[in-house]
């Protein structure tokens, strides 16, 4: 008698099961047994691309083994990815649904078959995944939490049939739930976990409370950091305006994974139109898209953003073909108050978004805003009219909206690949306004933020954003987005107060609840002096964009300058959890310990910044004020050797923080010359005080058009 060979090892479990599958074959076996078999073939084109080995089918279920746990729910994310997208035109009677567990544990294989509490576990742990979920055991969430772009929500400590220990289980949190109503509660009534879930959600909404998101990136402490979110704002306390809404970005359910632009863009589009509509409050994009493969309620998106309508919806592009699916739901509720399919070929996006605008603004009007006699021509003629600035062409809408989607990375690589996609935009229509101002700002951020290419680079890119901005305006002259893009080149480059602050007040007249807008109205109170002034503008745009990141920059670099450090260190802090690799993010911070004389905190902080002329600043400093001048020198020598062309300002504060005033203005000079836009911060940088005694300081003033006299007639 041959006796079976075993190999036992460490292997990740998973276990798949088709929701509703007994009950559809006792009604309709025909059907039953087609979809068992597209399931079949669904999932066998799946698990080898994960490197996953299917060991049995035992009915409608799947047992497969991974190597790593990593590529087990790797795997398990696309099959439910996979079988979204085929659910999403089809009947409810039609659906693929799955239930999916995964652990990772010790198993024997024998005889092809495989065996021990790693299965067993893993089948126990499918059965409170839910229709479309995944659920995972605590020793997989340990190992793929750091590796996997998800969030894991824990059901609690559960007592599995046959398995002696109580297990901690997770959920996987999925991108596109948000798009479909969440089965929790089927599956929380037939689970031990309901009274616990119940529970630790009762806890989570307590601290969703003071969680919030940020975005974006900057080079100097007035162009500070912008990115993916995570800020405590504070939650609104009156009840939201009933002509309120967030657009949140419609899921995209095509095929290309490349095309989340165009879903993107589509929920943008929507969103840039409703925010011009005179009377309607709408969410900033930062914040609405903050909420972006989170499964956040829509109570809890209510009542973060202070809005009490939500639009959102998916997209399937395929070929020419586009499907979008767009909803209006009460924010309080949850209850749908209206929806719609859209189906057509791609070059009529254009006509679906007017619709959609339209009908939305109908919608909030009709509901809340009373009869009015030719409402629905009024609304189409505001409609119109903020759609202004675009384009008819269908390629070069595309190329825009790839623009934008790179745009809102903040990051060199994906400023870089934003503009060269507005470049094409603008070729292929040279009279698409919005484009250009694409081009504009995509050039400004390099000019203002890169280093690469020292100052032929920056020219460059400095001179085609001026021209960028003026084919703008030359096209559309109220184009609020190229007031923008011009506002920043006055203030950051020019030192043109006078022409800036037009620029500013008439871009403020077009778009008063733009957050961007209010932080270039900010920054020019900044370069002015108006320093108190300038938080007070960025405390409203933080209210207005509460997870946006870029204001709560800002408003860190006041606070400090005016010595509220508490303040400042912890915006600074809320920029690193949105974005540690920003420049700025941790200088920023580390600049604040600077001044509070923490000059240990600061070099450490600093350290960690991702902007070496930001780093070797704050390093300097800190360095010169312990004594430790080998190691200041260093980093000083550092800095002028590699940025000398981009940084000058930031070594001017260098030698003024040292008391070198000779160099100090040496480099405040070149800095001039240079156009650096760190001199926007002039007025009030603490690390110039040593400097405010010397003649030269005034006499350096008059030069940059900052004396009181000449800001007199600048402003008036």
């Not at 359910?253 to 989340?260: I, M, N, R, V």
């Not at 901005?469 to 030192?495: G, H, S």
Request: hydrophobic share 40%; aromatic share 8%; glycine share 6%.
């Amino acid at each position: 008698m041959v006796t079976p060979t075993e190999e036992r090892k460490l292997a990740a479990i998973m276990f798949t099961d088709m929701v509703g599958y007994s009950a559809l074959a006792q009604r309709d076996d025909k059907i039953a047994l087609e979809l068992l078999e597209e399931h079949r073939r669904l999932l066998r084109e799946i698990f080898p691309r994960f490197h996953g080995t299917e060991i049995k089918t035992i009915g409608d279920a799947f047992l497969v083994e991974f190597g790593s746990a990593l590529e087990a729910a790797q795997c398990a994310i696309e099959i439910q990815r996979t079988l979204a997208k085929r659910n999403h035109d089809v009947t409810s009677d039609r659906r693929i649904e799955l239930k999916i567990g995964i652990h990772i544990g010790d198993v024997m294989h024998r005889e092809g078959d495989v065996y021990g509490d790693g299965v067993n576990i893993a089948s126990r742990i499918e059965q409170l995944a839910g229709a479309g979920g995944i659920c995972v055991s605590m020793d997989v969430e340990r190992q793929i939490r750091n590796a996997l772009e998800a969030r894991f929500e824990k059901f609690g400590s559960a007592d599995l049939k046959n398995i002696k220990l109580p297990m901690d289980l997770f959920r996987i949190v999925l991108p596109w739930e948000s798009d479909r109503k969440p089965e929790r509660s089927r599956a929380a009534k037939k689970s031990p976990l309901r009274l616990l879930t119940a529970a630790a959600l009762g806890v989570l909404v307590v601290l969703l409370v003071g969680w919030w998101l940020m975005q974006r990136s900057g080079r100097d402490h007035q162009n500070a950091s912008i990115g993916s979110p995570n800020a405590a704002p504070t939650v609104p306390t009156k009840a939201p305006d009933q002509k309120s809404v967030a657009v949140l970005p419609f899921v995209n359910l095509s095929d290309d994974k490349g095309s989340e632009y165009f879903s993107d863009g589509v929920s943008e589009e929507l969103l840039t139109v409703l925010q011009k509509i005179p009377g309607m409050h709408v969410a900033a994009r930062t914040s609405a898209f903050s909420f972006k493969g989170k499964n956040a309620t829509a109570q809890e998106i209510g009542q973060k953003l202070g809005v009490a309508h939500l639009v959102e919806g998916s997209v399937r592009k395929s070929g020419d073909s586009v499907r979008i699916a767009a909803r209006l739901t009460r924010a309080d509720t949850g209850e749908e108050l209206w929806s719609e399919n859209y189906t057509r070929n791609l070059k009529d996006v254009f006509a679906v978004q007017t619709e959609l605008a339209q009908t939305i603004v109908e919608q909030l009007r009709g509901r809340f805003g009373g009869a009015d006699t030719g409402a629905k021509e009024k609304i189409q003629a505001e409609v119109q009219a903020a759609e202004k600035g675009g384009t008819k062409n269908v390629e070069a809408h595309q190329y825009y909206l790839q623009g934008r989607f790179y745009e809102n990375r903040h990051s060199d690589k994906s400023t870089r690949e934003a503009l060269a996609a507005y470049q094409h935009a603008v070729e292929l229509d040279p009279g698409f306004a919005r484009a250009w101002a694409g081009v504009a700002r995509t050039h400004t951020w390099i000019a203002g933020f890169a280093t690469e290419g020292g100052q032929k680079a920056f020219d460059a890119h400095l001179a085609s954003a001026r021209d960028a901005v003026a084919r703008a305006l030359a096209i559309e002259p109220d184009l609020p987005d190229a007031l923008y893009a011009r506002a920043w080149l006055e203030t950051n480059f020019d030192f043109n107060w006078s022409a800036a602050t037009q620029t500013v007040s008439k871009a403020m007249a077009l778009a008063p609840a733009d957050p961007n807008m209010l932080i270039a109205a900010a920054n020019l109170e900044t370069a002015l002096g108006n320093t108190d002034r300038a938080i007070e503008i960025y405390r409203k745009a933080v209210e207005l964009d509460p997870v946006n990141a870029q204001s709560r920059s800002f408003l860190a670099f006041g606070l400090a300058n005016t010595k509220r450090f508490a303040e400042a260190r912890a915006e600074y802090a809320r920029v690193i959890e949105l974005n540690s690799s920003a420049p700025w993010a941790h200088a920023g911070l580390g600049l604040s310990y600077l001044l509070e004389n923490k000059f240990e905190e600061a070099a450490t902080e600093a350290q960690a910044d991702a902007g070496e002329w930001a780093r070797l600043l704050v390093v300097s400093c800190a360095r010169w004020a312990q004594k430790r001048v080998q190691e200041s020198d260093a980093a000083l020598n550092e800095l002028i050797k590699n940025e000398a062309e981009t940084a000058a300002f930031q070594i001017a504060e260098a030698y003024a923080y040292r008391g070198d005033k000779d160099r100090a203005f040496e480099w405040l000079e070149r800095a001039r010359r240079q156009r650096d836009p760190g001199l926007g911060d002039l007025l009030k940088d603490p690390l110039l005080e040593n400097l405010r005694d010397d003649p030269r300081w005034n006499a350096f003033l008059h030069t940059m058009g900052l004396v009181d006299d000449q800001l007199k007639t600048s402003r008036l």
